[in-house]
């Protein structure tokens, strides 16, 4: 079992930053893909950043250029650094870790943390 704990989230004025860290509990190197994902209330969960176990990143389109998604593979943290926020990019935000291949491949998801951007 492996379990994501995410932190860093909170208040932030529009044009302000923030930045996630989601702690793994297992070696981070042995997932195929970490990933932080977004959902707002009553709609789907979102993918918002990849990085792939070889540092190869993907963004939304609606984040390109202003997060950043990173990775410590000593202490098994991924974070995603967050810039130029704008209100639109209040919601829950949670980190995702895929492991395992074939029939046992699962995905594991955190806690969420609330980010929210409002003057």
């Known amino acids: 079992q492996v379990q994501l704990v995410e932190s860093g989230g909170g208040l932030v004025q529009p044009g302000g930053s923030l930045n996630l860290s989601c702690a793994a509990s297992v070696d981070i190197l042995k997932a195929n893909v970490m990933a932080w994902y977004r959902q707002a209330p009553g709609k789907h969960r979102v993918l918002v950043a990849v990085i792939t176990k070889d540092g190869i990143t993907d963004y939304a389109d609606s984040v390109k250029g202003r997060f950043t998604i990173s990775r410590d593979n000593a202490k098994n943290t991924v974070y995603l650094q967050m810039s130029a926020l704008k209100p639109e990019d209040t919601t829950v935000y949670y980190c995702?870790?895929?492991?395992?291949?074939?029939?046992?491949?699962?995905?594991?998801w955190g806690q969420g943390t609330q980010v929210t951007v409002s003057s």
């Open positions: 995702n870790a895929d492991y395992g291949s074939g029939p046992s491949r699962r995905l594991f």
